[in-house]
């Protein structure tokens, strides 16, 4: 089933030489047509797949789909819209970020995919720190999984300058463990936004992620 059209990246495209609320304004029907109305029902079939395989995820599409408005506060940029639309499908939703799960992003230049940790607190941070210090091994096996290599390549993150006496040791078996985030990216293109393969491609990414984002989860629980 497809669940968009050309338009969906025609209006990014449009909008990135438009950015300003009289011109989102006047295609604010546009908008709701080609791209909010469509990536719900894309987002709730995307849930309905993954519930098959996870019953714990129990959210709706609006718990999963960030707003298209920018955060200027603090941003040099005062435009006010992204030029992408995301979602992040988890057991918590948008309002947790540090709970594994798949990430979207559409954009008329890729479709981005994200799995993983990206925003462990301190005290998540430890116990994924202690989980893979006490295995390894294992932790390595799943990172190295040739489909998850293919997809994905690498665990990506910001890593510690000092890394504290307590992981020294157990950094040189395992240089991970100076990350202060666990995730990994995939890009598709375009193209495949609309397709009727879609939803299927994309759940072909949320299975290969899947043991590295459950090891993560019961890390931090």
Same mark, same amino acid.
């Given at each position: 089933?497809?669940y968009?059209?050309k338009?969906?990246?025609?209006?990014?495209?449009?909008?990135?030489?438009n950015n300003h609320k009289?011109?989102?304004?006047?295609?604010?029907?546009?908008?709701? +047509?080609s791209?909010?109305?469509?990536?719900e029902?894309?987002?709730?079939?995307?849930i309905?797949?993954?519930?098959?395989?996870d019953?714990n995820?129990?959210?709706?599409?609006k718990?999963?789909?960030?707003? $298209?408005?920018r955060?200027?506060?603090?941003?040099k940029?005062?435009?006010?819209?992204?030029?992408?639309y +995301?979602?992040?499908?988890?057991?918590?939703?948008r309002?947790?970020?540090?709970?594994?799960?798949?990430?979207?992003?559409?954009?008329?230049?890729?479709?981005? $995919?994200?799995?993983?940790?990206?925003?462990?607190?301190?005290?998540q941070?430890?116990k994924?720190?202690t989980v893979i210090?006490?295995n390894p091994?294992?932790?390595?096996?799943?990172?190295e999984?040739?489909d998850f290599v293919?997809?994905?390549?690498? $665990?990506?993150?910001?890593?510690?300058?000092?890394?504290p006496?307590?992981?020294?040791?157990?950094?040189?078996?395992?240089?991970?463990?100076?990350?202060?985030?666990?995730?990994f990216?995939?890009e598709? +293109?375009?193209d495949?936004i609309?397709s009727n393969?879609?939803?299927d491609?994309?759940?072909n990414?949320?299975?290969?992620?899947?043991?590295?984002?459950?090891?993560? +989860?019961?890390? $931090?629980?």
């Amino acid at each position: 089933m497809s669940y968009f059209t050309k338009d969906f990246i025609d209006f990014f495209a449009a909008l990135a030489n438009n950015n300003h609320k009289d011109w989102f304004h006047a295609n604010k029907k546009r908008y709701e +047509t080609s791209v909010k109305n469509p990536f719900e029902k894309f987002v709730e079939a995307m849930i309905q797949e993954i519930q098959k395989h996870d019953s714990n995820v129990q959210i709706g599409p609006k718990e999963c789909i960030l707003r $298209i408005n920018r955060d200027i506060r603090f941003s040099k940029d005062k435009s006010p819209y992204n030029l992408h639309y +995301t979602a992040f499908i988890s057991r918590g939703g948008r309002k947790d970020k540090s709970i594994p799960g798949i990430f979207l992003r559409f954009s008329p230049e890729m479709i981005g $995919i994200m799995g993983g940790c990206f925003g462990p607190s301190k005290e998540q941070l430890q116990k994924i720190r202690t989980v893979i210090s006490e295995n390894p091994t294992a932790f390595r096996k799943l990172i190295e999984n040739k489909d998850f290599v293919k997809k994905f390549g690498a $665990i990506k993150g910001d890593k510690m300058k000092r890394i504290p006496k307590e992981w020294q040791e157990v950094c040189k078996k395992e240089p991970l463990i100076a990350n202060k985030q666990f995730y990994f990216v995939a890009e598709e +293109t375009p193209d495949l936004i609309t397709s009727n393969t879609l939803v299927d491609e994309l759940m072909n990414y949320w299975k290969v992620m899947g043991p590295v984002n459950e090891f993560l +989860t019961k890390a $931090i629980s």
